[in-house]
């Protein structure tokens, strides 16, 4: 439906609805609703891993030890940790963030949906990951309107039991605290989407610092 308060026209030429701000890329703004989720997984990771990076680079490929996969040099993904699985375990989390209100979702019930955005993950990344890094994989998929795609779901019950265990506290306080704070990141990518400004800004060009005089009083005037 549309929106008050926010342009008819995206500013990539198509007409502004809630679908579209939740599945344009334009200005970033899908970016930031990623990156939130990445960093509320990464900081309950940080209680209870080792190691843990964000964005972390994939290990080059040498020509001997070349893999098929969907992801080419230079590519990142969402985390990367280890101790969640077992005590020198390293993992690698690829996060994504789906709307499933889009087109290619549409017609479609959310199960097999979330199952098909982790195949998709799985088959980009894992062979890669595990071959070439030697770490495990794991896709971390949430719908962006709530919810979670099934391992997921296992790797925030894992989180929480750790969390929990950690702190003495009752787990099901930690699960509820986790799927809060993700529902929070979620909406507040949300947010941005629907709200946020995706046209070009142009830099104000003045002068230098070191051209600037900062002796405001004309001489003769003290």
Same mark, same amino acid.
């Given at each position: 439906?549309?929106?008050?308060?926010?342009?008819?026209?995206?500013?990539?030429?198509?007409?502004?609805?809630?679908? @579209?701000?939740?599945?344009?890329?334009?200005?970033? #703004?899908?970016?930031?609703?990623?990156?939130?989720?990445?960093?509320?997984?990464?900081?309950? !990771?940080?209680?209870?891993?080792? +190691?843990?990076?964000?964005?972390?680079? *994939?290990?080059?490929?040498?020509?001997?030890?070349?893999?098929?996969?969907?992801?080419?040099?230079?590519?990142?993904?969402?985390?990367?940790?280890?101790?969640?699985?077992?005590?020198?375990?390293?993992?690698?989390?690829?996060?994504?963030?789906?709307?499933?209100?889009?087109?290619?979702?549409?017609?479609?019930?959310?199960?097999?949906? #979330?199952?098909? @955005?982790?195949?998709?993950?799985?088959?980009?990344?894992?062979?890669?990951?595990?071959?070439?890094?030697?770490? +495990?994989?794991?896709?971390?998929? #949430?719908?962006?309107?709530?919810?979670?795609?099934?391992?997921? @779901?296992?790797?925030?019950?894992?989180?929480?039991?750790?969390?929990?265990?950690?702190?003495?506290?009752?787990?099901?306080?930690?699960?509820?605290?986790?799927?809060?704070?993700?529902?929070?990141?979620? *909406?507040?990518?949300?947010?941005?989407?629907?709200?946020? $400004?995706?046209?070009?800004? $142009?830099?104000?060009?003045? *002068?230098?610092?070191?051209?600037?005089?900062?002796? !405001?009083?004309?001489?003769?005037?003290?």
């Amino acid at each position: 439906w549309r929106i008050p308060g926010i342009p008819a026209v995206c500013v990539c030429g198509k007409g502004n609805s809630v679908d @579209h701000t939740l599945v344009c890329g334009s200005g970033g #703004c899908l970016i930031f609703g990623h990156g939130g989720v990445r960093d509320t997984d990464a900081a309950f !990771l940080g209680e209870v891993c080792r +190691g843990v990076g964000t964005e972390p680079g *994939l290990v080059p490929v040498a020509s001997s030890r070349a893999v098929s996969g969907g992801v080419g040099e230079g590519a990142r993904l969402g985390i990367s940790a280890r101790g969640l699985w077992g005590p020198f375990r390293g993992t690698v989390f690829g996060v994504g963030v789906f709307h499933p209100g889009a087109d290619s979702c549409k017609d479609r019930d959310i199960k097999s949906v #979330c199952n098909r @955005h982790e195949g998709v993950k799985g088959r980009e990344c894992e062979r890669r990951v595990i071959q070439v890094g030697g770490c +495990g994989f794991a896709p971390l998929v #949430c719908s962006a309107l709530g919810g979670v795609a099934p391992r997921a @779901h296992a790797f925030h019950r894992r989180i929480a039991e750790l969390v929990a265990e950690r702190a003495d506290e009752g787990y099901r306080d930690v699960i509820g605290a986790v799927r809060t704070k993700l529902s929070f990141a979620l *909406l507040r990518g949300v947010l941005v989407s629907v709200r946020g $400004s995706r046209g070009g800004s $142009s830099r104000v060009r003045g *002068l230098p610092v070191s051209d600037i005089s900062f002796d !405001l009083i004309p001489d003769g005037m003290t």
